[in-house]
């Protein structure tokens, strides 16, 4: 079984930047795909950035490349999310998500459904 615990949010002004973080305990080989989500108020869950923890394959949203980057230690059983030039969308809550995939494609990647372990979430807040 594996448990995620993300960390890093707050509040922080348009352009600014934050670094989530997230730490997996379990048995690494439980998932080799580790990825971040989030969901703002009466809006569903959506993809934001996907590492492979075997491989050097990441995934994005559209809205959020080249602004954020998702990298991992595995080590450490880590993922995380630097995001900079934030903007007021980017509010959400941020989940992190982790499974072991056999075929990953973009779409499969940023579909929350891809996903048996979650995290309780980390709030950011843009203004």
């Known amino acids: 079984h594996v448990q995620l615990v993300e960390s890093g949010g707050g509040s922080v002004q348009a352009g600014g930047s934050l670094r989530l973080s997230c730490a997996a305990s379990?048995?690494?080989?439980?998932?080799?795909?580790m990825a971040w989500f989030r969901q703002a108020p009466g809006k569903e869950r959506e993809g934001v950035a996907v590492?492979?923890?075997?491989?050097?394959?990441?995934y994005y949203a559209d809205s959020v490349k080249g602004r954020f980057t998702v990298s991992r230690d595995n080590a450490k059983k880590m993922v995380y999310l630097e995001m900079n030039n934030l903007k007021s969308e980017d509010t959400a809550m941020y989940y992190c998500?982790?499974?072991?995939?056999?075929?990953?494609?973009?779409?499969?990647?940023?579909?929350?459904?891809?996903?048996?372990?979650w995290g309780r979430g980390t709030q950011v807040t843009v203004s």
């Open positions: 379990g048995d690494p080989h439980d998932y080799n795909y």
């Open positions: 590492a492979c923890t075997t491989g050097p394959d990441t």
């Open positions: 998500a982790a499974d072991w995939v056999t075929i990953m494609t973009w779409d499969t990647a940023l579909d929350f459904r891809t996903y048996n372990y």
